[in-house]
C-alpha cells in the first residue's frame, strides 16, 4: 500500500501543482500515490470544504501546498503579492496533523508569507523558469526520502481506547448485571501518574479493601474490583491507559529526570477525552446509565 500525498493549490496555481504531480509521482511513483486537488477524490458532493479538508488531514500521510502570488494586499503602507488565503489556512491544518517532517509549503519567489514564517525554511521557486521549479521539488522530494523508512507516530485518539474500554469492559459488565436484575455501581478511576498503572492499582486496593471478582460466574476473566464493605459497588483503573503513556513518552523523550510538563499536560488533555468520551457513551446505554461515575487519584 502506497502513502497518500496530498497536493493543494488555488486555481492560478493548478498549473504549478500538476508539474508537481507528475514529477512526484516519475521520483517517487513506487511508494507514493499522490492525489491533486482538482481530482474529486478529496472534495465530495454534499461536504461543505473545510469538512472535506479536516478528513484529508488526517487520512494522507503528506501534504504540499503551492503558494503562488494570487493576491495584492496592502498592510502598514506597503502593498505585496500574497498566497491565496485558503491555501496558507490549509497548509496550517495539514501542519498540525503530520508535522513538519511531512508538510510542505512550494512558495513562488517574492510572495509574502505569514510572520510565523519567520526564520523557517521552505523551497522557493520562480515561476516561468523549469530549473527554478525543478529545484524547489527537488528539496522536498529529498526531505520525503528521508522518511521512507519511517512511520508518523500521531497521538493515539483516546476516544477510540475509551470506546474499546466501554464496550469491552463497562458495557459487558453492565449488560452481565442488568441480566442477573442486579443493581451496581461503577466507579473508573484515572490515574494522573500513567507511567505504572498496576503500581496504583495495589495502591488504591490496600487503602481500599476489595476483592476481585469475575463478570461471568463461569470464567474468570474479565473481571472488576468490588469494596468488601459495599456489595455491588465496583471500581477499575483502566489499564489501557498505559498505552497514552508509552505514546507520549516515544512522541516526546527526555533526557532529564522529572516530570515533563509539555508531556504531563498532554496526558490530562487526553485523560480528559477519554473521561468525557466514556461518560457520553455511558448516558446514552440503557444498561449504564446513572451507574458509572469517574474520579481522579491523586
Given at each position: 500500500?502506497?502513502?497518500?500525498?496530498?497536493?493543494?493549490?488555488?486555481?492560478?496555481?493548478?498549473?504549478?501543482?500538476?508539474?508537481?504531480?507528475?514529477?512526484?509521482?516519475?521520483?517517487?511513483?513506487?511508494?507514493?500515490?499522490?492525489?491533486?486537488?482538482?481530482?474529486?477524490?478529496?472534495?465530495?458532493?454534499?461536504?461543505?470544504?473545510?469538512?472535506?479538508?479536516?478528513?484529508?488531514?488526517?487520512?494522507?500521510?503528506?501534504?504540499?501546498?503551492?503558494?503562488?502570488?494570487?493576491?495584492?494586499?496592502?498592510?502598514?503602507?506597503?502593498?505585496?503579492?500574497?498566497?491565496?488565503?485558503?491555501?496558507?489556512?490549509?497548509?496550517?491544518?495539514?501542519?498540525?496533523?503530520?508535522?513538519?517532517?511531512?508538510?510542505?509549503?512550494?512558495?513562488?519567489?517574492?510572495?509574502?508569507?505569514?510572520?510565523?514564517?519567520?526564520?523557517?525554511t521552505v523551497?522557493?521557486?520562480?515561476?516561468?523558469?523549469?530549473?527554478?521549479?525543478?529545484?524547489?521539488?527537488?528539496?522536498?522530494?529529498?526531505?520525503?526520502?528521508?522518511?521512507?523508512?519511517?512511520?508518523?507516530?500521531?497521538?493515539?485518539?483516546?476516544?477510540?481506547?475509551?470506546?474499546?474500554?466501554?464496550?469491552?469492559?463497562?458495557?459487558?459488565?453492565?449488560?452481565?448485571?442488568?441480566e442477573q436484575?442486579?443493581?451496581?455501581e461503577l466507579?473508573?478511576?484515572?490515574?494522573?501518574?500513567?507511567?505504572?498503572?498496576?503500581?496504583?492499582?495495589?495502591?488504591?486496593?490496600?487503602?481500599?479493601?476489595?476483592?476481585?471478582?469475575?463478570?461471568?460466574?463461569?470464567?474468570?476473566?474479565?473481571?472488576?474490583?468490588?469494596?468488601?464493605?459495599?456489595?455491588?459497588?465496583?471500581?477499575?483503573?483502566?489499564?489501557?491507559?498505559?498505552?497514552?503513556?508509552?505514546?507520549?513518552?516515544?512522541?516526546?523523550?527526555?533526557?532529564?529526570?522529572?516530570?515533563?510538563?509539555?508531556?504531563?499536560?498532554?496526558?490530562?488533555?487526553?485523560?480528559?477525552?477519554?473521561?468525557?468520551?466514556?461518560?457520553?457513551?455511558?448516558?446514552?446505554?440503557?444498561?449504564?446509565?446513572?451507574?458509572?461515575?469517574?474520579?481522579?487519584?491523586?
Amino acid at each position: 500500500m502506497k502513502r497518500k500525498l496530498f497536493i493543494g493549490s488555488s486555481l492560478e496555481g493548478l498549473s504549478i501543482a500538476k508539474e508537481l504531480k507528475a514529477k512526484v509521482d516519475a521520483d517517487c511513483g513506487e511508494w507514493i500515490n499522490s492525489e491533486i486537488w482538482e481530482n474529486g477524490t478529496v472534495f465530495s458532493l454534499n461536504r461543505n470544504t473545510l469538512h472535506c479538508l479536516v478528513r484529508a488531514a488526517r487520512k494522507f500521510e503528506y501534504g504540499i501546498l503551492v503558494a503562488t502570488k494570487d493576491d495584492i494586499i496592502k498592510s502598514r503602507k506597503r502593498i505585496s503579492a500574497v498566497p491565496r488565503d485558503n491555501v496558507i489556512f490549509e497548509m496550517g491544518m495539514f501542519l498540525g496533523s503530520l508535522g513538519l517532517t511531512r508538510a510542505f509549503l512550494l512558495v513562488e519567489q517574492e510572495s509574502k508569507l505569514p510572520t510565523d514564517y519567520n526564520g523557517v525554511t521552505v523551497p522557493y521557486f520562480q515561476k516561468g523558469i523549469k530549473s527554478s521549479l525543478d529545484n524547489a521539488i527537488k528539496e522536498i522530494i529529498n526531505a520525503f526520502d528521508k522518511t521512507r523508512l519511517t512511520y508518523n507516530l500521531k497521538p493515539m485518539p483516546s476516544a477510540a481506547l475509551a470506546l474499546g474500554y466501554f464496550e469491552n469492559f463497562i458495557e459487558v459488565l453492565a449488560r452481565k448485571r442488568l441480566e442477573q436484575d442486579i443493581d451496581f455501581e461503577l466507579e473508573v478511576l484515572l490515574p494522573k501518574n500513567l507511567k505504572d498503572i498496576n503500581a496504583e492499582i495495589l495502591a488504591y486496593k490496600h487503602h481500599n479493601k476489595s476483592r476481585e471478582v469475575s463478570i461471568f460466574p463461569d470464567r474468570p476473566r474479565p473481571a472488576v474490583f468490588e469494596l468488601e464493605a459495599q456489595k455491588n459497588h465496583y471500581w477499575d483503573i483502566p489499564t489501557t491507559l498505559s498505552t497514552l503513556y508509552k505514546l507520549m513518552d516515544i512522541l516526546l523523550p527526555s533526557d532529564e529526570i522529572g516530570i515533563n510538563q509539555e508531556k504531563q499536560e498532554w496526558i490530562e488533555h487526553e485523560l480528559r477525552n477519554f473521561k468525557g468520551t466514556i461518560e457520553i457513551l455511558a448516558q446514552k446505554s440503557t444498561a449504564c446509565k446513572d451507574r458509572i461515575s469517574f474520579s481522579f487519584l491523586n
